[in-house]
């Protein structure tokens, strides 16, 4: 008798991942890789444990590492890793960390450590982190846990870390980008693969939650629900159990499904529009490098304003702090010029037009 379907999903899913990276790993390194269990891995059994030849030192095989805050959908991509890692030649760890917002979050990431360990996972780490406030405690929170999931990836050398991002979240990203009308690109949500050389990656966005809490129950998996998921005071908690049943109860189920795809649409709409922004940005620039506003002016908007949204960045933009309205205003240097002053961008940028050229620079 197989396993519980919603186990063999979650397995399947992370699966398919592990076999993108060990490729990607044999493509980087040189190395020939093995999508398949190795003949020597099948001989050697439970004696050859995370995926390791005999005799082959753990450097030969790329490591993934899971973050895992304890909760069922990072206990379940836990699980999912430490089965299929024993088949493929792929070491898995894990990482937890603390945000230290809650009174005993040392204790129960120790306790989370300790189950990752028991799974056979290694290395595993519980890392404690500040919490600052920019941008607020949601933004914060994820800014302080993505460095230190950066930094651990970095000490131990890892070839990707799994995240587990279902539909449902996936779902609620898409909501939130649009409350903030920041355009497609916050409406294609979560990307499968990203970060620095594709290494988040979240094998979960096509299955639901219920299906990992589900694979948890299956496989007696103590679980942690985090009080912070149903506190009113955060916007995604107020939008998991309000907004979406509120959606659903009003257009029927399949919301989430539906707001998935959308992601998903509009993700490759803004990959073929930034791909198009990439290369008007050459056609133009004069000779010097500099922004002609006549060529600009017949670019299509949604491919004008992203070579310019570019172009402010390069000058020292922040990303995070450059909204809508900042290229809005600088469009206007090129499609409403009235001879305004310059206008000044965060990141000490400024933007300015001067003899027909858009001069964006380091105030």
């Known amino acids: 008798m197989g396993p519980h379907p919603a186990v063999a999903a979650i397995r399947l899913a992370v699966r398919r991942v592990l076999h993108d990276v060990i490729d990607a790993y044999a493509e980087q390194t040189g190395r020939a890789g093995h999508a398949a269990p190795h003949p020597e891995l099948a001989r050697a059994g439970a004696g050859s444990r995370r995926g390791t030849l005999p005799g082959r030192p753990d450097t030969d095989t790329p490591l993934v590492l899971v973050a895992c805050s304890g909760g069922a959908d990072s206990m379940a991509l836990a699980s999912a890793l ?11 760890g894990g990482i937890t960390v603390d945000h230290g917002l809650q ?17 056979d996972l290694g290395p595993v780490e519980a890392v404690a982190v500040r919490v600052g406030r920019e941008g607020g405690p949601e933004a914060a929170a994820r800014d302080a846990r993505y460095a230190a999931l950066d930094a651990a990836a970095e000490r131990h050398g890892a070839a990707a870390v799994l995240l587990g991002h279902t539909r449902d979240d996936q779902a609620e990203t898409v ?23 594709g290494r988040y ?12 809490r589900t694979a948890c129950l299956a496989q007696s998996l103590p679980v942690w629900d985090d009080p912070h998921n149903i506190d009113p005071a955060y916007t995604r908690s107020r939008l998991r159990h309000e907004g979406l049943p509120a959606l659903e109860k009003a257009l029927g189920k399949g919301v989430v499904e ?34 002609e506003c006549a060529k600009l002016y017949v670019l299509p908007p949604a491919v004008r304003r992203r070579v310019l949204r570019r172009a402010v960045i390069d000058a020292g933009a922040p990303a995070g702090s450059l909204f809508a309205r900042h290229i809005e205003e600088v469009d206007r240097l090129v499609t409403g010029w009235r001879g305004q002053q310059a206008i000044n961008l965060p990141g000490r940028v400024e933007a ?12």
């Open 82 to 92: 430490a089965f299929e890692a024993r088949k493929l030649p792929v070491r898995a």
């Open 103 to 119: 009174d005993g979050s040392d204790t129960r990431a120790t306790e989370v450590a300790a189950r990752l360990c028991a799974m």
């Open 175 to 197: 909501l939130l980008g649009l409350a903030r009308g920041s355009g497609i690109r916050s409406l294609s949500g979560m990307a499968a693969a990203s970060g620095p050389a």
């Open 201 to 212: 990656r979240r094998p979960f966005l096509q299955l639901d939650r219920q299906t990992a």
């Open 258 to 291: 539906a707001l998935a795809r959308t992601a998903q649409l509009s993700r490759d709409d803004a990959d073929a529009l930034d791909t198009w922004a990439a290369e008007a940005d050459r056609d133009v620039r004069d000779e010097a490098g500099r922004l």
């Open 352 to 363: 300015l037009r001067q003899g027909g050229r858009l001069v964006i620079r380091q105030s």
